[in-house]
């Protein structure tokens, strides 16, 4: 079972920025895909980000120009960098990992809260 674990939240002020880290058990780069996504108290669940196992990376229209997704492969670590942070951005934020197989492997999720 390939274990997914995020950290790197924490309390914020707005217009600081924060750098999540998604380390899992297995190589990333045996991953189809990893992704970021957010989900606010008592909200659903959304896309961040995305970075391919070819590199290429997508991110949502609410983060672009903010957000940047990055992955070193020889740490197994995916990467989120959020600058510019707003209040809005405030969510637990989960990294989930792709497999060729069609398997999702989620991690537990690291809290981000942006205010005073």
């Known amino acids: 079972q390939v274990q997914v674990e995020e950290s790197g939240g924490g309390l914020v002020q707005p217009g600081e920025s924060l750098r999540l880290s998604c380390t899992t058990s297995?190589?990333?780069?045996?991953?189809?895909?990893m992704h970021w996504y957010r989900q606010p108290s008592g909200e659903q669940r959304t896309l961040v980000a995305t970075?391919?196992?070819?590199?290429?990376?997508s991110h949502a229209d609410s983060v672009k120009g903010r957000f940047t997704i990055s992955r070193d492969n020889a740490k197994n670590t995916v990467y989120l960098d959020m600058t510019n942070l707003k209040t809005e951005d405030t969510a637990t934020y989960y990294c989930?990992?792709?497999?060729?197989?069609?398997?999702?492997?989620w991690g537990k999720g690291t809290p981000v809260t942006v205010g005073s």
């Open positions: 989930r990992a792709r497999a060729t197989d069609g398997a999702n492997y």
């Open positions: 970075i391919l196992r070819g590199g290429a990376t």
């Open positions: 297995a190589s990333i780069s045996n991953f189809v895909a």
